[in-house]
């Protein structure tokens, strides 16, 4: 087993390299970027449309959508208006930084100031690998229950930020804000987190102030 | 890179022999598994709780239970009176054989019809791993959304059954199950399919009538 150590971390070492170069192409194009990680329908595509929906006429945004097949998700924030590239990962459990440095030339990166990437849905994967962005925040959902910190902790502790999507659900579903919240912040102390809803529009304003201001810290 | 690959073969390999001798295993002791997974939060272990209250005067059921971390689900299948066992994967994003076969001793097989193996919860890791169960059964959740057989090919198109579970949320959620169904039937034509509701109890006649005909069909 000796012998593949080395090999293991030779491979890791080149993604965290190329995620460095990708922040570099970031700053000098002065885009600011977030990878947008959670479970299989927590409501990435959702979020990202409606955050670009709000900031439309405030930022550039611009999307990068990961998934392992097909470009449903792509397709539908290109009907939005979004300057967006898909990538196939062709059944990886999440993106890398390779992946994402061969989106940048796909996208009018001079023109934008955000760039929301999507990851592949999955709470184990994409957790500690760098792809090159400055913030990676984590889409929870009501549905999921809310013994999801607990449970998936590598992926809780290593997140900027936190939304808590499908708020409008909460009538409908046993799941205790409280108990999960104490999880989080266990996992991940003083995590800003945004309960909201996709569907009603709830909550989002905290959420884009928060956004907005990573973005003009970025600027200045 | 051409070295690297007899290495992955011979893992593979290896994972395959002992998934077959965890069957032969199973087989000796007249024991039928099922190895469940799904999406975090789908219902995996309400699915599991569920069945066992309707089987436990018809079957002796056992569990496996596979998480990152924390033994949550464990304790409340021990808490519901079944012989359980928790494996913690350590960050690992699906259960192999070796896990398995780690878990029967500390397991009464020889007093049990049913074991029943919760996977880690992810859709794109387990799909292709054989672990040494009979069947493979996914359980999917409205709130995950229609599309998730087009994203998630590889896991769709590996099992053997499909609960879809938290149908009492369907009033909430916009889900077109026309559409989820013909992305099901496009990648496994012919796919039994369970609705149900774990809250409610809805569906589960037909789930449990599937599951004890395969049960039978094993020890006759």
Redesign the interface.
């Known amino acids: 087993m000796t012998t593949?150590i080395p090999?293991v971390q030779q491979i890791l070492t080149a993604n965290d390299q190329i995620a460095d170069q990708n922040l570099i192409t970031l700053n000098g194009k002065g885009v600011y970027a977030i990878n947008i990680m959670a479970?299989?329908?927590a409501g990435k595509t959702s979020t990202i449309l409606k955050t670009f929906e709000l900031l439309k006429n405030k930022v550039k945004m611009g999307v990068v959508e990961g998934?392992?097949?097909?470009s449903?998700?792509a397709d539908k924030a290109d009907a939005a208006g979004i300057p967006v590239v898909q990538i196939n990962t062709g059944?990886g459990?999440h993106l890398d930084a390779v992946m994402l440095q061969g989106a940048f030339p796909q996208l009018p990166l001079s023109d934008l100031d955000l760039v929301i990437v999507e990851n592949?849905?999955?709470?184990?994967?994409p957790a500690n690998i760098k792809i090159g962005t400055h913030k990676n925040v984590l889409v929870a959902?009501i549905?999921?229950?809310d013994?999801?910190p607990?449970?998936?902790?590598?992926m809780y502790r290593g997140v900027d930020a936190l939304i808590i999507n499908?708020m409008?659900?909460m009538p409908?579903?046993d799941f205790d804000l409280d108990y999960f919240l104490k999880g989080v912040e266990i996992l991940n102390p003083g995590l800003e987190s945004f309960p909201v809803s996709c569907k009603t529009g709830e909550g989002f304003e905290a959420w884009i102030d928060w956004l907005m201001k990573q973005v003009k810290s970025h600027d200045g």
Do not use: H, M, R
Not at 67 to 70: E, I, P, Q, R, Y
């Open positions: 593949k090999v479970s299989p329908g998934d392992l097949a097909t449903i998700d059944g459990c592949v849905g999955n709470l184990v994967c959902s549905p999921e229950g013994d999801k607990y449970k998936y902790p590598g499908k409008d659900l409908y579903i």
